[in-house]
Nanobody, 115 residues
């Protein structure tokens, strides 16, 4: 019913930048919240950045000042700009959306930061 597809992951050196994209199959304006989570092997999935329907944002303390979440409703897209990347940011990043019909997850995109 609702699909989220991520792209933009890859391998980058510490201090570098990446931009993740998530495209929704329905209008992003219809989501109560959109965001990004990440999960490293053997670790729990954790919230990275969330944006609400009205545009308010919330970031994990570990990424504040380095990551920025944004939304483009005409393109049904949500983005995560990641700057000053650290090896600790290495994980699979998942797009998330809370919709009236339920909660939805993307397939994930790998981000690897080398030192």
């Amino acid at each position: 019913q609702v699909q989220l597809v991520e792209s933009g992951g890859g391998l980058v050196q510490a201090g570098g930048s990446l931009r993740l994209s998530c495209i929704a199959s329905v209008g992003t304006s219809n989501f109560n919240a959109l965001g990004w989570y990440r999960q490293a092997p053997g670790e729990q999935r954790e919230s990275v950045a969330i944006i609400s329907r009205i545009g308010s944002t919330n970031y994990a303390d570990s990424v504040k000042g380095r990551f920025t979440i944004s939304r483009d409703n005409p393109k049904n897209a949500v983005y995560l700009q990641m700057n000053s990347l650290k090896p600790e940011d290495t994980a699979v990043y998942y797009c998330y959306g809370s919709h009236w019909s339920g909660s939805y997850w993307g397939q994930g995109t790998q981000v690897t930061v080398s030192s």
